[in-house]
């Protein structure tokens, strides 16, 4: 795991998340994953950046350790692990206080809001997520493409 300080995000529980055996649905962690990420994004980068780019998931790898129940008050703590070209690779572990519930990889790429295409982030962006000795940055994704 990255040494990068957590962001955390506090999940609500819905009694619409809860399945037919009394524990949160398994679809319910990736909605949770995606709203933490963006909410890690938002907290981060500055306003003109938001407005610029859009996030959209490639792919969620789920390990489910411990089930979750309506009055749970879990907290997701969300880490930017790498950023390559366009594609950022995060990991998030949902836990209920220090009870680990669940822990994601996932990966996401980044896009441009008026053409909707991948878009490579800025070096000064990615240094507010990734401290700037870390070897986790791609030196090709210093710059937005022209």
């Known amino acids: ?3 990068t300080v957590p962001h955390l995000f506090a999940i609500h529980i819905d009694p619409a998340d809860i399945d037919f055996m009394g524990h949160v649905n398994n679809a319910s962690y990736l909605k949770w994953v995606q709203d933490a990420v963006i909410d890690h994004w938002r907290a981060l980068a500055p ?4 407005a610029a780019h859009l996030w959209v998931a490639l792919k969620h790898e ?3 350790r411990r089930p979750t129940f309506l009055n749970d008050a879990p907290i997701a703590h969300v880490v930017l692990e790498k950023v390559q070209g366009a594609r950022a690779m995060y990991q998030t572990v949902i836990k209920r206080g220090e009870e680990v519930l669940a822990e994601v990889q996932s990966s996401w790429c980044c896009i441009d809001a008026a053409t909707l ?3 490579r982030l800025a070096r000064d962006l990615i240094e507010r997520f990734l401290p700037v000795s870390k070897p986790a940055i ?3 994704a ?3 493409p022209d």
């Open 1 to 3: 795991m990255s040494t």
């Open 47 to 50: 306003a003109e950046a938001v």
């Open 62 to 64: 789920i390990t489910y």
């Open 117 to 119: 295409r991948p878009a």
């Open 138 to 140: 791609d030196p090709a």
């Open 142 to 144: 210093t710059q937005l």
